[in-house]
């Protein structure tokens, strides 16, 4: 049996664990969130991280901090996941969905004008697989407009562009620690603040909208509600789970690489031959996701189908959310690439400890052979 994912374990979560255990503190902001925040914050060239407990927590106060609010309009891919759309309308704001590009499944950059409004608040591009796009003209055409970027940056932990990690584009970023990603803590994020104008009011909203942070700096004597907030703190078992997680971050990265790149070795003649087509190898982008798309849906679930009677976990992404029932109820024009891509992709098993690459790609070749 190949699963689809396997979290990797690094060894030392159950130590970092112990620590805290022994340590009895227990709620966010404690020495390993710290030591964690430290290092998403030099490694990833942002100016603030916070620790929240999911991506989905992450996108949810971006947004928030964002100001996003009734009325307003925030442009993302319909190819996402659900988060992305719900953060924008959780805040009464409108998703405005934006096409992709089919080399690599994200916003397609010459799209986004076409639906700028005089509503538009933001941009929300979304790096699939850990794949940048060209975010520098994103964010070119976001300050012509007087708009914010807020990139969904979920898979992208450990993807650069341009020289720069990929997370310090944009205003803020979100990320993602769900246990399907590249480093993980079973469920987390971060929240990235690159625009330190968004890092005073971040520390108010994650703490319930409480000025607690200062209370315990000694900066004011009691704490007490002075602005809009929930609960976005990562508790610390998960942050020490988290920071050794981190620790590995260069090796866990470096062999997903990899097997991506293998899969990409192997899979080269059937591209040649017209049977699929192979995920872009963005330049930077951190393994995340090795995608395949077929030339038809039917070839698609048929080879998905064949994969699984052979004890190999190959799966599909996303159902277009401008098609899904909740997004039915929010306007979109025609998307025509997001429509297309969307039935022909096969994502294919890839994980820390998978050693059988080759016998997926064999599995794959010997269904395609014998589809005229
Ligand atoms: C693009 C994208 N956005 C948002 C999320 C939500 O992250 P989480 O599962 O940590 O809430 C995920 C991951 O699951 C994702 O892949």
């Not at 609010?69 to 934006?98: C, K, Q, Y």
């Not at 940048?132 to 003209?137: S, T």
């Amino acid at each position: 049996m190949i699963p689809f994912n396997k979290p990797r374990l690094t060894g030392n979560e159950r130590v970092y664990i112990d620590e805290v255990l022994k340590s009895e503190r227990f709620a966010g902001g404690g020495p390993f969130s710290e030591k964690c925040a430290a290092w998403l914050e030099s490694r990833l060239e942002c100016a603030k991280a916070f620790l929240v407990p999911s991506g989905t927590a992450a996108l949810e106060m971006m947004m928030l901090l964002a100001g996003v609010g009734p009325g307003d309009e925030v442009i993302l891919p319909s190819f996402t996941f659900t988060s992305t759309a719900n953060a924008v309308v959780l805040r009464g704001a409108t998703p405005m969905f934006a096409d992709i590009r089919p080399d690599t499944m994200n916003i397609d950059e010459e799209q986004i004008e076409k639906v700028i409004t005089p509503q538009t608040k933001a941009i929300c591009p979304v790096y699939y697989a850990g794949a940048a796009c060209r975010v520098e003209l994103i964010e070119a055409l976001a300050k012509r407009w007087g708009l914010l970027v807020l990139p969904d940056a979920a898979q992208a932990l450990g993807s650069f562009h341009k020289g720069r990690p990929l997370c310090s584009y944009g205003h803020m970023a979100a990320l993602s620690f769900h246990e399907t990603k590249n480093l993980h803590c079973g469920e987390g994020g971060a929240l990235l603040v690159n625009n330190s104008a968004f890092a005073e009011r971040a520390e108010i909203v994650m703490e319930k909208g409480t000025d607690r942070g200062k209370f315990f700096r000694g900066q004011v004597d009691k704490y007490s509600w002075v602005d809009l907030g929930s609960s976005f703190l990562m508790n610390e078992i998960t942050a020490a789970f988290l920071y050794a997680q981190l620790e590995e971050a260069d090796q866990t990265l470096q062999h997903r690489l990899e097997l991506w790149n293998l899969y990409y070795q192997e899979l080269e003649p059937l591209e040649k031959l017209g049977k699929l087509r192979r995920a872009t190898p963005v330049d930077g982008h951190n393994g995340h996701i090795f995608w395949i798309t077929l030339n038809d849906e039917g070839t698609r679930n048929a080879l998905m189908d064949e994969l699984k009677r052979k004890g190999i976990g190959a799966t599909f992404h996303y159902v277009p959310l401008h098609n899904a029932p909740m997004g039915t109820r929010f306007p979109s024009g025609e998307l025509p690439v997001t429509e297309d891509c969307a039935v022909r992709l096969l994502r294919l098993p890839l994980y820390h400890e998978l050693s059988e690459v080759l016998r997926v790609t064999e599995a794959v070749e010997s269904f395609l052979q014998r589809v005229p």
